[in-house]
């Protein structure tokens, strides 16, 4: 994989974005999405409920099908017969982290490598040194008291660390988090959110969705925000408590670009 330095392209880039006529919300979801990324960036996507932004997350990993436009991750057009080579830039960590719960710590982290294994690997387990990697990683989250304990045992916040390490097993370029607070007390959001800035600190770019305006104010150093599956704001994470007023009451205006 090319260096993230020698890499001129922004890790993301979208252009014109459209998901197919979606006939329950008479438009498509995604509804023309322009919006640049660059490496090393955190970026919180925020939005009302419906706005777009899982959709938007899923389909930079050709999890959704794209009628019209383009999305190029780290310089590579998100393609099917290139999906695997862009899925190697991008660790996505799914709603609710998506653990196996009677699985460890560091069997739940090793299965994010589990689609690089050879049948030789797969029949007689993982390679020492992915068990390594595994091990450092939950070190660095912070859980190396856990690392044999069954990821049913650990907290809300714990299992949120333990998916993050998951998706971070390959290296990626980007970590894509889908709500990775949601459920958690102050104490877990802050350990997710402090291992995120963390992991943004060594180079990784991170765009996370996250519904508490104060939470993106104080980690990302941007703000995108959605709404009916366009870009509505794009800046800095300063006064959204005001630019969300003016969300609320734009939304309970009926659109008149439904398309
Ligand atoms: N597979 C699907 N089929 C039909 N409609 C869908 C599908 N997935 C999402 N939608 C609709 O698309 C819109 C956007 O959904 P999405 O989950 O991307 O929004 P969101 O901004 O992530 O919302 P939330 O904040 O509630 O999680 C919603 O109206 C949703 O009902």
Not at 100 to 108: A, I, P, R
Not at 136 to 154: C, D, N, S
Request: glycine share 8%; charged share 20%.
């Amino acid at each position: 994989m090319e260096p993230i330095s020698e890499n001129k392209s922004p890790a993301i880039a979208c252009h014109n974005l459209r998901t197919p006529y979606q006939s329950t919300l008479k438009r498509p979801i995604l509804n023309g999405i322009d919006l640049k990324i660059n490496h090393g960036e955190f970026v919180a996507l925020l939005g009302l409920n419906g706005a777009g932004k899982s959709t938007l997350l899923r389909s930079l990993v050709g999890l959704v099908p794209v009628s019209q436009g383009e999305i190029q991750i780290c310089g590579t057009t998100v393609q099917p017969k290139l999906v695997d080579e862009v899925r190697k830039n991008v660790g996505f960590l799914v709603q609710g982290g998506g653990l196996v719960d009677q699985l460890s710590c560091l069997d739940n982290v090793l299965c994010g490598c589990l689609g690089e294994l050879n049948t030789w690997q797969s029949l007689w387990g993982f390679p020492k040194r992915d068990r390594r990697v595994a091990m450092q990683l939950l070190q660095k989250m912070g859980l190396q008291e856990q690392i044999y304990q069954k990821a049913r045992q650990l907290s809300g916040g714990q299992r949120q660390r333990v998916a993050i390490a998951r998706t971070l097993i390959q290296s990626p370029h980007i970590l894509l988090a889908d709500e990775p607070t949601t459920g958690l007390d102050v104490s877990g959001i802050n350990q997710v959110m402090t291992s995120l800035q963390e992991m943004n600190r060594k180079g990784l770019t991170v765009v996370v969705v996250l519904h508490d305006l104060a939470l993106a104010a104080q980690y990302a150093q941007r703000a995108i925000v959605l709404q009916e599956g366009q870009v509505w704001y794009d800046g800095d994470c300063q006064n959204m408590d005001s630019q969300f007023a003016k969300l609320q009451k734009l939304s309970l205006v009926p659109s008149v670009n439904a398309a």
